[in-house]
């Protein structure tokens, strides 16, 4: 060291540290081999705490403040030095500055979805993210667990490590809340003060606290988003054939002044809804009366099948249907004096004589005329 740069360190006595960033946590006073000279005045504004550490020892911290580096109020160091010479050389030692202000405005958010079991949709997945703050409580420890000799600390450095611990207990709060999915968002007040009080012993490890908690957002899978999105508007839409009128008369009025185009577009829509009005009103009755006020009209009867019995050589076949005897009378079985009988029918009757079944003869050429 030259002479010049060892005058300078005799001389320079004012030890202050005025912070113009936002995100500096801790900052070390540099001095040239780290002198400080005996009876500096050392100013600690609000919003600040110096840590002084000689020779690797934290030997105290002061608050806001002026003070004079002299053996009164440095009764830790006296005691570590044990100095007999009235501790007036300039001693080798470090000044941290640390910023006790909050930082406002960190980000947090899940990387990966929560699996949570809802009582009404079932198992599913969450993500969520939000905002905290953050404030040095106890400027040693913080140094000590944290900082170590970094002379310069930022919260980005810190931020990282404060987001993973956030996100594991948020992960297990939202599981454990039992709060529907539904209802989440009236309740995100609790669940951040849920996760701040499970957060804030981790962080008093490390000298910090979190004053700020928010949960801004908690989100579902886009297809789970787009499904409750049909839900609801269909909740919306109600009456889906309403709906579908006045949609058409929507297009109907909003194509009027297009053009040849939008007329023809027109035309065409506006046939659709009268074809549809027209069925309505053919549903509802003459005088527009709903089908539940229109007088009902009778259906018109079903035919109903018979079955037919056969009697041949004094014995009785069937039952058989009519499709069973056209069977038999192609293949020869049945012919037009064979006797048919069927339940209602007065009596047994040759099959030429039942009109229904005369039918099935009519593509059969009928028996030859006697000879002669």
């Known amino acids: ?115 949570c079991r809802d009582p009404e949709f079932g198992p599913v997945r969450l993500r969520a993210f939000g905002t905290y703050a953050i404030r040095v409580v106890d400027p040693a420890r913080f140094l000590l667990e944290i900082v170590g000799t970094d002379g310069e600390f930022t919260a980005d450095e810190i931020s990282f490590q404060i987001r993973n611990v956030i996100v594991a207990k948020a992960a297990a709060a939202l599981a454990s809340s039992g709060i529907p999915v539904l209802d989440m968002a009236a309740n995100t007040p609790d669940l951040g003060k849920l996760i701040a009080a499970q957060v804030s012993p981790q962080l008093a490890e490390y000298g910090l606290e ?46 009027g002044g297009s053009g040849e185009a939008g007329a023809g577009i027109g035309a065409g829509l506006g046939m659709g809804v009268g074809m549809a009005m027209g069925n309505q009103m053919a549903r509802q009755g003459p005088w527009g009366a709903s089908p539940a006020q229109a007088s009902p009209v009778p259906a018109a009867p079903q035919p109903v099948e018979h079955v037919w019995h056969l009697a041949r050589d004094g014995q009785t076949f069937g039952p058989y249907s009519k499709a069973d005897l056209g069977q038999m009378a192609v293949k020869g079985e049945l012919t037009r004096s064979t006797h048919v009988w069927t339940p209602g029918q007065d009596g047994w009757k040759h099959a030429e004589e039942v009109t229904e079944l005369a039918q099935l003869f009519t593509i059969l050429p009928p028996p030859p005329p006697p000879a002669g």
């Not at 801004?216 to 009128?245: C, F, H, W």
């Open 210 to 255: 979190m004053p700020e908690f928010y949960v801004e957002n908690i989100s579902l899978p886009k297809a789970v988003e787009e499904a409750m999105d049909r839900r609801t508007s269909m909740g919306i839409v109600g009456d889906l054939g309403k709906y579908t009128q006045f949609s058409a008369a929507e297009a109907m009025a909003g194509s």
């Open 1 to 115: 060291m030259g002479i010049l740069d060892f005058l300078t360190g005799e001389f320079i006595d004012v030890i202050h540290w005025v912070n113009d960033s936002r995100d500096t946590m801790v900052w070390r006073f540099e001095r040239e081999g780290h002198a400080i000279k005996y009876g500096a005045k050392l100013t600690v504004r609000e919003g600040q705490a110096a840590v002084f550490v000689h020779e690797g020892q934290l030997a105290d911290v002061f608050t806001p403040g002026l003070y004079m580096l002299e053996t009164n109020n440095m009764p830790v160091l006296t005691t570590l030095q044990h100095w007999d010479h009235g501790f007036r050389s300039p001693f080798k030692s470090e000044i941290y500055y640390v910023n006790t202000t909050r930082f406002t405005d960190l980000k947090w958010g899940t990387k990966n979805p929560i699996m």
